[in-house]
């Protein structure tokens, strides 16, 4: 997969649409196609990184800005006090189906557990 590839990639750069909630130097955070809660919200590293799994300690304030952002959103959304979740999936198992590493910010609902 190559950056031209890459549908994330393409919705960082602006080359594919898409409802945006959030941007700066390193993260975009845009309204997941297909919700599965009333507020789910994707964030994504603008540079291409294929999952998690690739991520190394030198990527820390990478990792911190997503995290931080996704607090700030759900603040914005109106979920931090009622709870929210943070994830992200790995590989085929877990169900990832981008490969470029996104953190779903999930809230506005119930959220079961454990995650089938
Ligand atoms: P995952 O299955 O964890 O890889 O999550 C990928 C997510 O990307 C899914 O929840 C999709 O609904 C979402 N998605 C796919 N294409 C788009 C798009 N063009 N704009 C916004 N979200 C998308």
Redesign the pocket.
């Known amino acids: 997969m190559t950056e031209g590839d890459c549908?994330f990639c393409r919705?960082a750069a602006g080359d594919?649409p898409?409802d945006r909630v959030h941007e700066d130097d390193l993260v975009v955070a845009?309204?997941?196609?297909?919700p599965v809660a009333p507020t789910h919200i994707?964030l994504i590293p603008r540079r291409h990184i294929a999952s998690a799994a690739e991520l190394v300690e030198a990527d820390g304030a990478l990792i911190g800005r997503l995290v931080a952002v996704a607090g700030e959103l759900a603040r914005q959304e109106g979920i931090a006090e009622g709870g929210f979740r943070v994830v992200t999936?790995v590989g085929a198992d877990a169900?990832?189906?981008?490969a470029h590493l996104?953190l779903?910010l999930l809230g506005g609902r119930r959220l079961s557990w454990p995650p089938g």
Do not use: A, E, T
């Open positions: 549908l919705i594919v898409s845009f309204r997941d196609i297909s994707l999936n169900g990832q189906s981008v996104h779903h």
